[in-house]
């Protein structure tokens, strides 16, 4: 297994890196590479199927030089800063399924946590949990020739920090985040005290683990001049405000105005495998516009078929069995672990019209 301690690099290099190392791996030996690095400074960054401009608040994170980027993974919109230390490891393509696939690797990271003294589980699909709080998200995608796997070793977490980049109703509202996140997750110098390991000590611990895992030995190794070049490359790419906030037009920008006989609507629904966002926008009884993000992982990575999705429902009656219909031709498409298509149809129940202004009312 090749192994990349990087250290500290600037925040968008440290997301840019697996990128970079997957976009090459066609390139190389079929080797197992396991990257372990973290950011100089905090930023933020939503799931590859968010809607930027409703998960962050932009202004405040510009106001405060707090970059924004895409992974080109799925999942939620996350604070990241120096004390979590990130893991990064890159297959040859994966045959198994999502769920074996977490199955298999998290075991080594959970060992970490666990030769460090704290009892942590999988909770599937992608969860790393001490108890009811969580210790480590993850997520995975197919990225060109590699399956990529991502997560963390939460050495401590910044709640308040987390819900002040995201956008929310009110401050009230964020007051309960911080309280729920603090409730909810857990680190490991929350579960430790004085007795947590160093950075060094934790990231040892996850190496050997990942080698056992695995059943590699580790062989030390740095980035290539011609790796560097493609993490710069996606550094720039990612945190380009055009692919940060990519796609969103008027249906779903703050501030749309709308005809009497044209109403938008939102709808939220938690499935097993993440949040489902549905926001649309009906004409006389027809469904004139469609948006569905969230964060969900899908497999393969392929924004097409979701485009595909959202096509298919113009012109049609408002109603939830074509958005069923529309689900079931989706999924048979792609792979969303822990959603189905009668999730993406409560989504479309729970909607609720938006409050925006209405041009002839």
Not at 20 to 37: F, G, I, S, Y
Not at 111 to 117: D, F, T, W
Not at 296 to 305: A, K, Q, Y
């Amino acid at each position: 297994m090749r192994y990349l301690n990087l250290g500290t690099v600037s925040s968008a290099s440290s997301q840019a890196v697996y990128h970079a190392l997957a976009e090459r791996m066609a390139d190389q030996t079929a080797e197992p590479t396991l990257v372990t690095v973290s950011p100089d400074r905090p930023y933020a960054c939503v799931g590859y199927h968010q809607v930027a401009s409703r998960e962050i608040d932009r202004g405040y994170c510009e106001s405060q030089g707090i970059l924004v980027g895409r992974r080109m993974v799925g999942g939620g919109a996350v604070y990241l800063d120096h004390d979590q230390i990130f893991w990064h490891l890159l297959l040859p393509t994966y045959h198994g399924t999502v769920e074996t696939l977490y199955h298999d690797i998290l075991k080594a990271p959970i060992a970490a946590y666990r030769k460090m003294g704290i009892s942590a589980e999988h909770r599937p699909v992608n969860d790393i949990v001490v108890g009811s709080r969580k210790i480590g998200g993850t997520g995975a995608a197919q990225l060109g020739q590699a399956t990529v796997i991502v997560g963390s070793i939460l050495m401590d977490f910044d709640s308040k920090s987390m819900a002040r980049i995201l956008r929310v109703p009110s401050e009230k509202f964020r007051d309960k985040m911080v309280a729920s996140l603090d409730e909810y997750m857990t680190t490991v110098r929350r579960e430790l005290g004085e007795a947590a390991p160093s950075r060094e000590e934790a990231t040892g611990l996850l190496v050997r683990e990942f080698c056992i895992a695995l059943g590699q030995e580790v062989r030390d190794s740095h980035l290539t001049p011609q790796e560097w070049d493609g993490v710069h490359k996606y550094a720039h790419t990612l945190f380009d405000p055009d692919f940060v906030y990519k796609g969103e037009r008027g249906l779903i920008q703050a501030g749309v105005k709308i005809r009497g006989d044209v109403h938008l609507f939102e709808g939220v629904h938690k499935a097993p495998g993440g949040l489902i966002r549905l926001i649309f926008r009906t004409r006389d009884g027809l469904i004139d516009d469609v948006a569905l993000s969230g964060d969900f992982f899908v497999t393969p990575l392929d924004d097409g078929s979701i485009g595909e999705f959202q096509r298919s429902l113009v012109g049609k009656p408002n109603r939830d069995t074509m958005i069923l219909e529309a689900a079931f031709q989706l999924l048979a498409r792609v792979y969303i672990p822990g959603v189905t298509a009668d999730d993406i149809r409560q989504a479309y129940l729970n909607a609720q019209l938006l409050e925006v202004a209405r041009l002839g009312s």
